[in-house]
């Protein structure tokens, strides 16, 4: 007799990215611009706390909500940054943004119900939905400027629908949402008795204009997602965090004891110390992805590929509709041809098949070399 698996999990897309990046890997010499990552290494006294944290033996489970003193600090950033002003209790600690959204998912959504999730998006969304038994409706963000129209986003609510997705800044695209679009989106929710997960990740990696955070603009309904990942250049420490009304909070650490019983407390005590260090290395980061942004813009314009200006993140969609091909397709034949890997904006959802996205987490000469070879491929098919 076959073992079966459960139908949501087998359901659960492959990565559109992975395919490049396996492709990648075995073309030695490949620019790679296709994956998500800060290209900077964690900032050493970061790193430093951590291995005094394992000399002293502070290796072992930690509150499923935490360290308090982690707590303590992110609530403090909570407010000077988001202008969230919460007691502790309505702060967990989770292993990486990923395990925030999968905990506010599964504390929410019952086999069936809808969420609603942008396209394109950071892919991640989708498969939690899915291992949660939960339903996918896409609604679709500006091609060009990749934010939502709230008009068009409230034909998407059903009498199921229990979650609304919202990220900005935004991956793939870098769009930062302006203050009256996030008022029209929390009103939708509100107005829909729907959760509004609102992840941050990337908030303090904004250009141009100021991080609108959701959570203050209807405290029952939103959760805000945050990450150490981005912003101190930690994505393997796997160290997040999230806020929300405190029944809810209470059922994501119900969750979370069952899932990873809390977040790996070295990467806590590292997490104490990128909050109680210097800030300026994140400065410093932020204004090197700006200077690679505002490279990559001027070269898209001067070979007549340039769009729209991205305000965060570290992500610029290039749109290769002028190629006549997909977007599977020209990553494939840019990495065969030109060696040079991005991601298919197919890999982001439904309605992104006309953009590739490359991330700025990369050298400015990569950048320069890579923006050049997109550039040829049009024109090869355009001639
Ligand atoms: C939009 C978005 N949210 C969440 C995450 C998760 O980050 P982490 O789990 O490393 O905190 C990512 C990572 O790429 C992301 O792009």
Redesign the pocket.
């Known amino acids: 007799m076959s073992l079966r698996f459960a139908e949501r999990a087998t359901r659960i897309p492959d990565s559109g990215i992975r395919e490049i990046a396996n492709r990648a890997m075995e073309l030695p010499g490949a620019i790679r611009l296709e994956l998500?990552?800060p290209d900077f290494p964690t900032p050493r006294h970061i790193g430093e706390a951590a291995a005094r944290a394992i000399a002293e033996g502070k290796t072992r489970y930690t509150a499923t909500s935490g360290l308090r003193v982690l707590r303590e600090l992110l609530a403090a950033k909570l407010k000077r940054v988001n202008g969230i002003d919460v007691p502790l209790e309505q702060v967990t600690v989770t292993s990486?943004?990923?395990?925030a959204?999968f905990a506010a998912i599964a504390s929410i959504v019952n086999p069936g119900d809808e969420v609603l999730v942008p396209s394109p998006a950071?892919p991640?969304y989708v498969m939690q939905v899915l291992a949660c038994g939960g339903v996918v409706r896409e609604y679709e963000l500006n091609p060009v400027t990749f934010l939502p129209n709230p008009a068009d986003l409230a034909e998407r609510f059903t009498p199921r629908t229990r979650i609304l997705i919202v990220?900005s800044p935004?991956?793939p695209t870098g769009a930062v949402l302006p203050r009256e679009t996030a008022e029209a989106l929390v009103d939708l929710a509100v107005r829909h008795n729907c959760f509004l997960i609102s992840?941050e990740?990337?908030d303090e990696l904004v250009f141009d204009q100021p991080h609108v955070s959701l959570f203050p603009l209807a405290p029952d309904n939103v959760i805000g997602?945050y990450?150490?990942?981005?912003t101190y250049a930690m994505?393997g420490w796997?160290l997040?965090y999230a806020v929300a009304r405190r029944d809810l909070i209470v059922t994501m650490e119900r969750v979370q004891e069952g899932v990873v019983s809390c977040a790996s407390q070295v990467s806590q005590e590292a997490g104490i110390a990128a909050l109680q260090g210097d800030q300026s290395v994140v400065a410093e980061m932020r204004e090197l992805y700006r200077a690679r942004r505002d490279m990559v813009v001027s070269q898209l314009q001067a070979v007549d590929l340039y769009t729209y200006t991205p305000q965060g993140a570290f992500y610029i969609l290039v749109n290769i509709a002028a190629s006549g091909l997909k977007s599977r397709a020209f990553a494939l034949e840019l990495l065969d041809r030109y060696q040079v890997a991005v991601a298919p904006g197919s890999a982001f959802g439904s309605s992104a098949d006309h953009v590739v996205r490359i991330s700025l987490a990369s050298s400015e000469r990569d950048l320069r070399e890579g923006v050049t070879r997109i550039a040829a491929l049009v024109a090869a098919h355009r001639a």
């Open positions: 998500g990552e990486g943004g990923a395990n959204v950071w991640n990220n935004g991956n992840d990740v990337y997602i990450s150490f990942s981005k994505t796997r997040g």
